[in-house]
C-alpha cells in the first residue's frame, strides 16, 4: 500500500479497534481515535514535505483496476490544489478528536463516526476517478447526518435532516451527471471515469453527447452544459452558495464544536474542490459560458452573507454567515479564470478552513462556560479570560482579513485576480471587507471588552484550559505563518493553478 | 547584516513587540526598556543617514528588497525604501516617537496594563515605519492596515471603558471606509501599470505619450468606452486619497479623530499628533507623480484639506476638553498640509509636517500632564495652573506660539509657506482668504485654551503639582524644537536643502520662504487679531464669554455639536445600516428559508419518518454494515 491509501484507509484501524473495545470505555476510544487521527496527520505531512513543487502532474499516483465490468479504477493521486487540503483534513480531524474530549455520551460511536469521515473527506480529495470520487464523496455523508443528528443541540433532528436532505439532493444531480458522462463516453476509454482521462476527452471537444440525444442538445441546450450545471449545483449546496446555503446556519448551530469545525473548515471546501477540480478542470472549454454567473453568485455570497452576519445575536449563527461571505471570494476568484483569481481561490480555501475552524473552536469554549451563545449575554470577559482574548483576537483578526494574516493575502490575489476580469464585481466586493469588519469588531467589543458582565467570575467563567489551548493554538499559528510567508502555501499551488489557467485559456 | 542597517530601524520594534508579549510583560522595567531601545535605536541608525542625504542634491536613496509573494505574473516585493522623504518621516516617527515612550514611563507609571502599553506602542512603531520606508502600494497598503489594528489596541487601551471601546471601533471602521477606496485605486493602478512599485510607476508616468493611451476598454448598454491613463489615473488617485481621508482624518472622515482622544495621552501626541495622522500626508507626497498630472484630483484634494482647515477650526473654538481643542486644531492644521499638496507644495506640507509633529506633540503632552495634575480633561476646572507647573507652562506657550505661527517659532516659518503659496495660487478668493481667516481662528482658539487652562482664576480641585522629570524632560525638548526648528537652528540653506530633498524631481519650482519684514508684520497681525479677542474674554475678563455664547445661540450650538456630523453618521448607522442587515436577515430567516426549505421539507417528511426507523438510532449497526460494504468492494477486487 503507498502513501495516499495509507492516509485515507488508516483511521479505518482505529475504527475496528474502537469496535472491540469493551463498553463504557471511554477514556480507551478518545486515546485510540487521537492516535488514528495522528497517523494520517504524520504521513500527510511527509506528502507534503516530498511532494515535488515544479510539476503540476498528478504525484503519488496508485492505480489498480477495481469494478472491472464498469471499468472502475481504485485511482488515487495529488496535486498542488489537494496537497495543502489533505494535510488540513488530517490536522483538523486530529484537533476535532482533542475538541470532543469532553462529549461523555457514546463516545464509541462517536469517535468511530469521525474515523469513518475522515476516510470520507480524504477518499474524496485523493480520487481520481470520478465514480471512486461519489463513492467517497457518499461515505461522508452519513457520518455528519449522524453526528449532528445524535450528538447536536436541541434541534438537532431538525438540522441533520436539513442537512441530509441537500446534500442528497446535491449528490443526486452529481450521480446523473456522473451516468450521463459515461454513457456519452460510450466505451472510448478503458476507463470512463478516469478524471484526467476524462478532461482529456472532454476539452479535446471529442465528447458532445451526440450518441445519446440528437446532435448533443438537448431541451434547447448543449449535453454538456447540463451535465455541468448539474455538477455545479451539486457542489454549490456543499460550499454552499446562496441560496441553497440555509441548511450552513442550522447545522453550525446544533451541531458539537467539533463538527462544526469540522464542516466549516474542510466540508465546506469539497463544494469548492469539486467546482475547481471537476467543473473547472474537466470542462474548460464549457466553463467560460457560465463564468460570469458564477462570479456573480461569489459576489452576492460575499456581501449577503456578511449582511445576514452583521444582522446575528447568535455567536455561532454569526460565524456561520461569515463563512458563507469568505466562500464566496472562493468562487469569485476561481470564476475570474486569471492565474491571480485561482491561486487566490485555492489559497482561500486553505486559509478559510484554519481561520473558521479556529472561530468555531473559540465560540465553542464560550459555550462550554456560558451554556449559551447571545452575543449580548456576554461582555467584558477580557477581565476574566486574557488568553481566551488573546486567541479569539488572531482569530477574528485573521477572519476580517487583517494584513499580516492568511486570510488577507488570499482575499487580496482573488481581488487582484477578479479585477482584471470583472473589475465592477470585484470593486463591490471590495465593499465586503468594511462590512466583515464591521461585525467583526462589533462582536469583539459585545463580548470581551466594556465592563465585566456581572453573571461570570473567575469560578464559572475561567480562562481556557491546556486541551483547548492544544486545539487552537496551531490554527492560530497556521493563520499567522500563512499570512506572513504566503510563498510556502502558493508555492505548492502555483504550478496546478497556471495550468488550469491555460486549460481556461485565461491570461494573467 | 550591519549595524546600521535599514532593516533593523523597521524590526528592532516588533521585535520588541513580540519579546514584551511572549514574556517580558511580567517584568515592567524590562519591558519598557526594550521598548524604549527600540525605537531610539531606530532614531540613531538613521542619524547616521543624515549626512550623506542632506550633502548631496536630493537624489540620495537606500533600496533593499525581498520578493515577498508570486501569483501567476504577479510579484510583490517587500523592501525598504529611504530618500530625502523618508529619512525625514524616519527621523519624527523615531525621534518624537521616543521622546513619548520617555513621557509615557512616568504618565503609565503604576499603571496595570503598563507592559501591554509599551507592546502597543512598539507594534504601532513598526506599523508606521512600514509605512514610511514602503517602496510599492501593497506594502504600503499592508502597513495602512497595520496602523489601523495598533491604532484600535492603542485607543482602546482602558477597554473596560465603553466609551474608549466604542471609540477604538469607529477608528478602525472609519479608516476601514476610507481604505475600501484606497484598496479600490490600488486594484486600478495595478491594472493600469502592471506594477505597484513607486519608483516603475513614476517613471511610466513620465513617459512620453502613456498618459493619453488606453487604459482600459469596456462595453457597457452598446455604448464603446475607451477610457485613457490620464482619466483612469484621477480616479483610482481619487480613491487612493480616500485612504488618505482616512488616516489623515479629512473631512468627512474625520470623525474617530476627537473620539479617539479616548485612548492615553501620549497616544493622543504619538498618532494623533506626530505620526499616524502624518501617514495621509506622507503618502501624497510619497505618490504625487500620480496627481500631478491631474488638474481634476489636485483641485479635489486642496479643496478637502481647505475646508478640513477651516471646518475644524471653527469647532475648536468652541470646545471645552482640552485634548479635543487640540484634536481639532490637529484636524485643522492637517487640512492645511492637505491643502498645500494639492497647490503643488509637498516640501512645505512636509515642512510643516515635521514642525507641527514638534509642537503638536509638545502640547498634547503639556495637555496630559495638565489631566495628570488635575484629573480633569474640562478646561473649565483648571485655571491658574502656571505658577503650579512652570515646566509644563512654558513649554506649552511657546508651543501654542508655534501654532499660531508667531515669528520666529518654527510654526511660523512653516505656515508662512503654506499661506504664501494660497496666496500666490490664483485660484479665487475662497483659496485666497479662507486659510487665512482660518489662521486667525487658530490664534483665537489656541489663545482661549491657554487663558482658560494656565491663567485666569483657579477653579481645580485637590493640589495639583508638577509632573516628574520622566515627563516634563520630553515637554522641553519638544517645546525646544519647536523653537529651533525653524531658521534659528536650521539657516535659510539647510531649510531650502529640507525642501529639495522632500520634492518630488518633477514637482514645479518652489517660491522661497520669505522672513521679510512684511511677512513678520502679516503674521503678528494675523496672531493678534485672534489672541486679542481671546485675552480679552478669557484672560482680561472684559467680555463675558457666556453672554458671547448667548448672543450666538444656534450658532454656537452647531459649532459645539461639531456641525452635527456625528449625528448624521449615527443616524445612518441605525437607520439604513440596521435596516439593511435586518432586512437581509429577515429575507434569510423567511423566504429563503421559509418558501424554499421547509416546502421541500414538508414534502420530504414521509421519507425522513421512514429514514427514521432505518437509522434505529444505532451507530454500531451502521459501522458495521459499513465495515461490511468496506470487505465486499475489497472483494469484488480480488
Known sequence: MDLLTLITFSPLVGVLAILFLPKNSKDAARTVAAAATFIPLVLATKMWMDFDTTTAAYQFVERVPWITSLGVDYHVGVDGLSVPLVWLTSLLLFLGVFASWKIEQGVKGYMMLLLLLEVGINGVFCSLDFFLFYVFWEIMLLPMYFLIGIWGGPRREYAAIKFFLYTLAGSVLMLLAIVGLYLAVDGRLESPFSIPELSALVSSGQLTGSNLVNEGVLFGWPFLKWVFVFLFIGFAIKVPVVPFHTWLPDAHVEAPTAISVILAGILLKLGTYGILRINLGMFPNVAPDFAFIGAMLGLIAIIYGACVAMAQTDFKRLVAYSSVSHMGYVLLGACAFTNEGLNGAAMQMFTHGTSSALLFLIVGVAYDRAHHREIDGFGGLAKLAPVYLGVTSIGMFAALGLPGMSGFVSEALVLFGAWQTYPVMASLAVLGIVITAAFILWTLQRVFLGPLNEKYDSENFPDVTGRELFTMIPLAFLCVLFGVVPGILLDILAPTMTQLTAALGGGG | ?638
Open chain 2, 1 to 638: 547584516m550591519s549595524l546600521t542597517s535599514p532593516w533593523l530601524i523597521l524590526f528592532m520594534p516588533l521585535v520588541a513587540a513580540f519579546a514584551i508579549a511572549f514574556g517580558l510583560h511580567r517584568h515592567k522595567v524590562l519591558a519598557s526598556t526594550v521598548s524604549l531601545v527600540a525605537v531610539w535605536g531606530g532614531f540613531l541608525i538613521t542619524c547616521t543617514y543624515v549626512p550623506e542625504a542632506f550633502s548631496g542634491d536630493g537624489s540620495w536613496a537606500i533600496r533593499d528588497s525581498i520578493t515577498w509573494l508570486r501569483a501567476g505574473d504577479m510579484t510583490f516585493t517587500y523592501g525598504i525604501l529611504i530618500d530625502g522623504l523618508s529619512l525625514i518621516m524616519l527621523l519624527v516617527v523615531t525621534g518624537v516617537g521616543g521622546l513619548i515612550h520617555v513621557y509615557s514611563l512616568g504618565y503609565m507609571h503604576g499603571d496595570p496594563g503598563f507592559s501591554r502599553f509599551f507592546a502597543s506602542l512598539s507594534l504601532f512603531v513598526f506599523s508606521m515605519l512600514g509605512i514610511v520606508v514602503a517602496e510599492n502600494f501593497f506594502q504600503i497598503f499592508i502597513h495602512w492596515e497595520l496602523v489601523g489594528v495598533s491604532s484600535y489596541l492603542l485607543i482602546g487601551y482602558y477597554f473596560r471603558k465603553d466609551s474608549a471601546v466604542a471609540a477604538s471601533n469607529k477608528a478602525f471602521l472609519t479608516n476601514r471606509v476610507g481604505d475600501f477606496g484606497f484598496l479600490l485605486g490600488i486594484l486600478m493602478l495595478f491594472h493600469a501599470f502592471g506594477t505597484a512599485d513607486f519608483a516603475e510607476m513614476a517613471q511610466l508616468v513620465n513617459q512620453e505619450g502613456f498618459l493619453s493611451q488606453p487604459a482600459m476598454e469596456l462595453d457597457v448598454g452598446g455604448g464603446h468606452w475607451v477610457t485613457t491613463h490620464g482619466t483612469f489615473l484621477w480616479i483610482a488617485g481619487a480613491l487612493v486619497f480616500m485612504g488618505v481621508m482616512g488616516k489623515s482624518a479629512q473631512f468627512p472622515l474625520h470623525v474617530w479623530l476627537p473620539d479617539a482622544m479616548e485612548g492615553p495621552t501620549p497616544v493622543s501626541a504619538l498618532i494623533h499628533a506626530a505620526t499616524m495622522v502624518a501617514a495621509g500626508v506622507f503618502l501624497l507626497a510619497r505618490v504625487f507623480f500620480l496627481y500631478m498630472p491631474s488638474e481634476i484630483a489636485m483641485t479635489i484634494i486642496a479643496y478637502i484639506g481647505l475646508f478640513t482647515a477651516f471646518f475644524a477650526a471653527t469647532i475648536a473654538v468652541a470646545q471645552y476638553d482640552i485634548k479635543r481643542v487640540l484634536a481639532f486644531s490637529t484636524l485643522s492644521q492637517l487640512g492645511y498640509m492637505v491643502m498645500a499638496i494639492g497647490l503643488g507644495g509637498t516640501d512645505v506640507a512636509m515642512y510643516h509636517l515635521a514642525t507641527h509633529a514638534f509642537f503638536k506633540a509638545c502640547l498634547f503632552l503639556g495637555a496630559g500632564s495638565v489631566i495628570h495634575a488635575v484629573h480633569s480633561n474640562d478646561m473649565r476646572e483648571m485655571g491658574a495652573l502656571w505658577r503650579k507647573m512652570p515646566l509644563t507652562f512654558w513649554t506649552f506657550l511657546i508651543s501654542t506660539l508655534a501654532l499660531c505661527g508667531l515669528p520666529p517659532f518654527s510654526g511660523f516659518w512653516s505656515k508662512d509657506g503654506i499661506l504664501h503659496l494660497t496666496h500666490a495660487a490664483d485660484a479665487g478668493p475662497i483659496v485666497y482668504w479662507l486659510p487665512t481667516i482660518t489662521a486667525v481662528l487658530t490664534s483665537f482658539y489656541m489663545m482661549r485654551l491657554l487663558f482658560m487652562t494656565f491663567l485666569g482664576a483657579p477653579r481645580y480641585q485637590g493640589e495639583p503639582h508638577e509632573s516628574p522629570p520622566t515627563m516634563t524632560m520630553p515637554l522641553v525638548v519638544l517645546a525646544a524644537l519647536a523653537v529651533i526648528a525653524g531658521p534659528v537652528l536650521f539657516s535659510q540653506e539647510v531649510i531650502e536643502t529640507f525642501r529639495t530633498i522632500t520634492r518630488p524631481e518633477t514637482a514645479a519650482p518652489f517660491e522661497h520662504i520669505h522672513g521679510d519684514v512684511g511677512t513678520v508684520l502679516a503674521a503678528v497681525l494675523i496672531f493678534a487679531l485672534g489672541a486679542i479677542p481671546a485675552w480679552l474674554a478669557f484672560g482680561k475678563g472684559v467680555i463675558d464669554p457666556d453672554k458671547v455664547k448667548a448672543a450666538m445661540g444656534p450658532l454656537h450650538r452647531f459649532l459645539e455639536n461639531r456641525w452635527y456630523i456625528d449625528e448624521v453618521y449615527q443616524w445612518v448607522v441605525d437607520n439604513v445600516q440596521q435596516n439593511i442587515a435586518r432586512f437581509c436577515d429577515g429575507f434569510d430567516r423567511i423566504i429563503v428559508i421559509g418558501m424554499l426549505v421547509n416546502g421541500s421539507a414538508w414534502t420530504a417528511r414521509a421519507g425522513g419518518a421512514a429514514l427514521a426507523r432505518v437509522q434505529s438510532g444505532s451507530v454500531r449497526v451502521y459501522v458495521l454494515f459499513f465495515l461490511a460494504g468496506v470487505a465486499a468492494l475489497l472483494a469484488l477486487n480480488l
